[in-house]
């Protein structure tokens, strides 16, 4: 099993949510955050006054797979979530060693 970390723009939320769920992704979990990277945040004036925004939002989407669709779920995360600017985001690939649901106990991939 592998775990998917996408940091995207929030307005490519829905986007991507629903492309996942197109291929057969049955759940994930959706975090805001704020960050920033090669963007580096931006400068804005409010009420004559100069200040710079360095941490951005940005949501985390965050998904258990089976290794069989880790590439198509990453694939369609990269196209859902892309706008070519900078700040689109990353992914994240990592190793799960084991699932457990709460409710009724099921582990490995049943619990998924």
Request: avoid cysteine; hydrophobic fraction near 35%; proline fraction near 2%.
């Amino acid at each position: 099993m592998k775990k998917i970390e996408a940091i995207i723009k929030p307005f490519k939320l829905e986007e991507v949510k629903n492309a996942l769920t197109k291929i057969g992704v049955q759940g994930m979990t959706v975090t805001e955050v704020k960050g920033f990277g090669r963007q580096k945040g931006h400068t804005e004036v409010y009420r004559g006054a100069e200040y710079k925004i360095d941490f951005l939002p940005k949501v985390k989407i965050e998904l258990i797979t089976s290794e069989e669709i880790v590439n198509q779920a990453t694939e369609t995360i990269e196209r859902a979530a892309k706008t070519g600017k900078i700040g689109d985001g990353k992914i994240f690939i990592s190793q799960v060693e084991e699932v457990i649901r709460i409710r009724t106990g099921e582990r490995g991939r049943d619990a998924m």
